[in-house]
């Protein structure tokens, strides 16, 4: 492998994993079919308890990882993906 920088042959190659945590929603068919009339109506009759449930349920998180492959030329230190 060469790298484009400086055109040298000394370049390694590193396996990278990234991770990113993002909030769980929910869709928009939930929405479209439920969610427009379920929220009021837990507020309106179910407001203690869904306070409750608001306060100590346990967010809802999802972790994304990824793999990606990354050339280190150990001559000038360009890096670059494969």
């Not at 990113?20 to 929405?31: A, E, P, S």
């Not at 407001?47 to 100590?56: E, G, R, S």
Request: hydrophobic share 45%; with cysteine.
């Amino acid at each position: 492998m060469v790298c484009p920088k400086c055109g040298s042959n000394d370049v390694n190659v590193q396996v990278v994993q990234e991770t990113q945590l993002t909030d769980k929603h929910h869709g928009i068919f939930w929405w479209l079919f439920i969610g427009w009339w379920w929220l009021p109506l837990k507020w309106l009759f179910f407001t203690l308890p869904a306070l409750i449930v608001k306060i100590f349920a346990p967010k809802r998180k999802k972790l994304k990882q990824k793999e990606k492959s990354v050339c280190v030329c150990q001559n000038c230190g360009y890096k670059w993906d494969v």
